[in-house]
């Protein structure tokens, strides 16, 4: 049974930043390309960033670019999110997800697995 359970998210003044955590079990994971998408209320579902299963790659959608960073660590299956000079249009739920094809990307369709979120709040 995969399971995919992300922490770290939290309350955090504009300017400021937080690490999320992606920590999977019950698939290997260093097969899988790993993807952070977000939902705020109201909105589509939104790709923010997606990583290659040897992290050698790694793609950002612009509005997150040069201010989150994305890392995966093999062989503590886990997979993280580093957002620095966070913004209130941040705010969303926060999910990571695995692509089997390995390579990561920014469509939610092609993601195999889907952890269950953790709320990111950004205080103006």
């Known amino acids: 049974q995969v399971q995919l359970v992300e922490s770290g998210g939290g309350l955090v003044q504009a300017g400021g930043s937080l690490r999320l955590s992606c920590a999977a079990s019950?698939?290997?994971?260093?097969?899988?390309?790993m993807g952070w998408f977000r939902q705020a209320p109201g909105k589509e579902r939104e790709f923010v960033a997606a990583i290659s299963r040897g992290g050698g790659t790694s793609w950002f959608a612009g509005s997150v670019k040069g201010r989150f960073t994305i890392s995966r660590d093999n062989a503590k299956n886990t997979v993280y999110l580093q957002m620095n000079s966070l913004k209130p249009e941040d705010t969303a739920v926060y999910s990571c997800?695995?692509?089997?094809?390995?390579?990561?990307?920014?469509?939610?369709?092609?993601?195999?697995?889907w952890g269950q979120g953790t709320q990111v709040t950004v205080s103006s």
């Open positions: 997800a695995a692509d089997s094809r390995g390579t990561g990307n920014n469509r939610p369709s092609e993601y195999d697995y």
């Open positions: 019950g698939l290997t994971f260093n097969t899988y390309g």
